[in-house]
């Protein structure tokens, strides 16, 4: 199981599979289970889930009518409503139908502020691999000679209209010994893929290398990591046009909201004279940390009977 993509593996897992499947669907439990599950996926009782962007509401939704899924939107008015009138975006299954590919949806990258483009991600049959391609919403299709990754583990985000910051494990020598991307570059829109510059390369032993950009009104940024297992990594952060790694513990996570940077702990960690348990959530002014001078605060500190499970953004303020 080393060479997790040889035939040998690959095979194994198949007739493991096969045997397991034999099993599973042997007795009644198997088919009473299964229509269970599929009445409660196809109900047209659920509730929606939607994301706003602009001003709209989009979901993604699948029933038994579109097994793939449609991605749709809505206002707010119509949301509030028992029954949204909900406006197509792109029918997945009439894709896969039209290009003869077993599309799978693997998520959006949107363009701020308009949000009138995203990046549609799709992969073959529900794989990991995916293919990137710039999508127009008003005109409800893919852009001609937009932006394009092929099949790959890439990561992506846009910097701006015609900038997107990318990761992709394309070539042998931008991945890591994990098979992820190694590398994230700047490519800007009518180059070759091959040719964007590279802003951040990572080690082979690492298990991947990542880029993100904050389009926050007035916070905009581009920042980076490193992972170096699934538990660690370093944090940069493209500062007044140099790029600079911020201060962390590498068991830590941390991010930027606003103009804090807030470090979430998975061990304990001294700073001058004070100690932060494990589980803490706390946060500096990013311009007194990036100088140096900054006096970290604790925002959150666990107790015998309470955790730190989720936090979540909103425009100006941190909900944990």
């Not at 909900?86 to 799978?104: M, Q």
């Not at 991945?175 to 570059?185: C, I, M, N, W």
């Amino acid at each position: 199981m080393e060479e997790v993509a040889s035939e040998r593996a690959l095979a194994w897992v198949r007739e493991r599979n096969a045997e397991t499947l034999t099993r599973l669907q042997s007795g009644d439990e198997y088919r009473r289970l299964r229509e269970r599950i599929l009445a409660i996926h196809d109900s047209v009782e659920r509730v929606p889930r939607v994301v706003k962007h602009g001003a709209y509401y989009y979901n993604f939704w699948r029933d038994a009518e579109h097994p793939r899924g449609i991605l749709r939107r809505t206002d707010l008015d119509s949301y509030r409503t028992s029954a949204p009138l909900w406006e197509a975006i792109l029918d997945v299954d009439a894709l896969a139908a039209s290009e003869n590919e077993s599309w799978a949806f693997a998520g959006t990258v949107w363009l701020p502020p308009d949000y009138d483009r995203c990046l549609i991600r799709l992969s073959r049959g529900g794989a990991d691999a995916v293919v990137t391609r710039e999508f127009d919403i008003a005109a409800r299709t893919f852009v001609t000679d937009g932006f394009f990754i092929p099949e790959s583990k890439s990561i992506v985000d846009w910097i701006d209209r015609d900038t997107l910051l990318v990761a992709d494990n394309l070539d042998p020598e931008s991945r890591t010994e994990s098979g992820y991307p190694r590398v994230v570059k700047e490519w800007r829109r009518g180059t070759d893929l091959a040719t964007a510059i590279p802003v951040l390369e990572g080690e082979k032993t690492d298990v991947r290398v990542m880029g993100q950009v904050d389009h926050a009104p007035g916070f905009e940024r581009i920042y980076l990591e490193r992972h170096k297992t699934f538990f660690t990594s370093r944090l940069y952060l493209r500062h007044r046009g140099e790029l600079r790694e911020v201060e962390k513990p590498e068991d830590a996570e941390g991010f930027f909201f606003r103009d804090w940077f807030v470090i979430g702990l998975r061990s304990s960690w001294k700073v001058g004279s004070e100690r932060f348990p494990a589980g803490s959530l706390v946060g500096a002014k990013l311009e007194d940390w990036l100088a140096g001078k900054a006096d970290l605060r604790p925002l959150f500190q666990p107790t015998a009977g309470s955790s730190l499970t989720r936090i979540q953004q909103t425009r100006s303020h941190l909900l944990a």
